[in-house]
């Protein structure tokens, strides 16, 4: 396989990138500014690709989450998943690789929004980075796994960085209208999330 050799500086500014399957497409992307929610409108990709930069919330110890709707208005489908992640304090002191299964953070056919980061601070230099993958929303005949992987600046304490793993899957064979990303408390005060689409 070739190496391909990006020449834009920051992903940001990448607007295709040739893969396996297929060309990944910036679909679309959304910069924050106190805003309830974000919401994409889906197609017919096999998979969506969601990064997020630098989102800060507005209220301290929020969680990034989301959800989703077949008929884009209504957004409780019901979703189950697991949640685990890494942190670590500042110290060095406080550190553990941990199941997540208290306070609504895995879901079992749960319509609650899917929370992906746990507990980010609103200091000014504090922020979530990541990305969510959202396999084949369009299909009518299976349900739709997801995937995130995210990393945050937790203010409790000593400060902490949490790394945060999410798997599981939308329980409807509907195809996906619409995704929406919300803060646990709070709004989404500054940052960008872009969605790329993948044949």
Same mark, same amino acid.
């Given at each position: ?5 990006? =020449? =834009? ?12 399957? &297929? ?17 994409? /409108?889906? &197609?017919? $990709? ?83 980075? &990541? ?8 299909? /009518?005949? $299976? ?21 945060? $793993?999410?798997?599981? $899957?939308?329980?409807? /064979? ?12 709070? =709004? ?12």
């Amino acid at each position: 396989m070739a190496l391909t050799k990006l =020449n =834009n500086k920051a992903v940001a500014n990448v607007t295709s990138i040739p893969v396996a399957l &297929g060309d990944m497409v910036l679909v679309s992307s959304a910069t924050a500014s106190a805003s309830a929610s974000i919401e994409f /409108t889906l &197609g017919n $990709y096999k998979e969506y690709q969601f990064y997020f930069v630098n989102i800060h919330p507005s209220a301290t110890d929020s969680n990034l989450q989301f959800q989703v709707s077949t008929d884009g208005t209504n957004f409780g489908i019901a979703k189950t998943s697991t949640f685990f992640r890494a942190y670590n304090d500042e110290t060095g002191s406080s550190y553990a690789l941990q199941y997540q299964g208290a306070g609504g953070y895995h879901l079992a056919q749960s319509t609650s929004a899917q929370r992906i980061t746990l507990n980010t601070g609103n200091d000014n230099d504090m922020c979530v980075n &990541g990305y969510m993958k959202l396999f084949n929303p369009s299909s /009518t005949t $299976y349900v739709k796994h997801y995937i995130s992987n995210t990393v945050n600046y937790e203010k409790s304490g000593a400060g902490y960085v949490e790394n945060c $793993y999410v798997g599981g $899957y939308v329980n409807t /064979t509907s195809a996906l209208q619409k995704i929406k990303f919300t803060e646990s408390g709070g =709004n989404i005060d500054d940052g960008k999330i872009l969605m790329f689409g993948i044949n």
